[in-house]
């Protein structure tokens, strides 16, 4: 079954449904570079902590799909490569043909094993069980209805092996509300610069990122695009509510600034569930 946008309460309207289907085209060429500071290493130690702590899946061990990884939104896949260089069993998938494609190149460089889909969390089909899911970065925010959240957890749920975890990060709703809403941010690199304005809408709760970059090409020259991306904010009661829904037990969450607990300022924080027996996707 799919997800209906239609019957999604709160989700994009027609114009920024053709907008997001744009997402991450040009821009996944040049992701990488922007993402350069990105904390990746520090996100696999408590990735992999976190496994050890609650999860099921195991590094060097039996190929079973208990031990698989499942990394939902993995965009050009370095974190995806940085889990299975430390010996998990991966497998990647992102909505973005273009980012996959900068995955893949990637991964030939690696001769790496990891499987990479291009899939919509809404359409998430796998072929097995896996022990552990993750989504890094702010993916889950993409997702702007909580009926869609809940749909995507029932999925996530469903694809567990028994006993398995799910951990996800989220922006919340203080973050696009108090601190980047309605504000412009703007970044010169040698290869290329941005310019990032915020809109941010809040009845909806929905942050609109109107990103223009300008790219440096071989003769020189500047090449400029534009993408826009909508992000919705969430609280951890909303994201408890959801993953009790979706039949998932919550199991902690922390500030992803701080590490320690989660509190009415964090701006982003990791949420661990636990797969909580089987139900249909409705």
Same mark, same amino acid.
């Given at each position: ?35 350069? *500071? ?6 696999? %130690? !408590? #990735? ?6 609650? &999860? +099921? ?88 209805? *909580? ?6 957890? %029932? !999925? #996530? ?6 006993? &398995? +975890? ?117």
């Amino acid at each position: 079954m799919r997800w209906d946008e239609e019957n999604s309460e709160g989700g994009m309207d027609a114009e920024e449904k053709g907008l997001a289907d744009g997402m991450y085209e040009d821009f996944a060429e040049i992701y990488d570079i922007f993402m350069a *500071e990105a904390p990746y290493d520090e996100w696999c %130690r !408590l #990735i992999d902590g976190w496994i050890k702590e609650y &999860g +099921i899946s195991v590094k060097h061990g039996a190929e079973t799909e208990a031990n698989l990884v499942l990394d939902l939104g993995c965009g050009t896949g370095t974190l995806t490569g940085m889990l299975e260089d430390m010996g998990y069993d991966c497998i990647g998938i992102d909505s973005s043909a273009e980012m996959l494609t900068v995955a893949m190149s990637k991964k030939a460089l690696a001769e790496s094993r990891i499987l990479y889909l291009c899939q919509r969390m809404q359409d998430l089909e796998l072929y097995s069980t896996v022990g552990t899911v993750i989504s890094i970065c702010d993916s889950l925010n993409y997702l702007l209805s *909580e009926q869609e959240v809940a749909y995507v957890f %029932r !999925l #996530i749920n469903n694809y567990l092996y028994a006993g &398995g +975890i799910f951990i996800f990060d989220f922006n919340t709703v203080y973050k696009y509300k108090e601190v980047i809403g309605d504000t412009t941010i703007a970044e010169n690199r040698e290869e290329c610069s941005f310019i990032w304005d915020n809109y941010y809408d809040e009845d909806r709760k929905v942050n609109e990122y109107e990103l223009t970059f300008f790219v440096k090409e071989p003769d020189g020259r500047y090449r400029c695009f534009q993408e826009n991306h909508y992000q919705r904010g969430y609280t951890l009661e909303q994201m408890k509510g959801l993953l009790w829904q979706a039949g998932m037990e919550f199991i902690t969450a922390f500030d992803s600034i701080t590490g320690e607990a989660a509190g009415e300022e964090s701006e982003r924080i990791f949420v661990i569930a636990k797969e909580g027996g089987k139900a249909p996707v409705t």
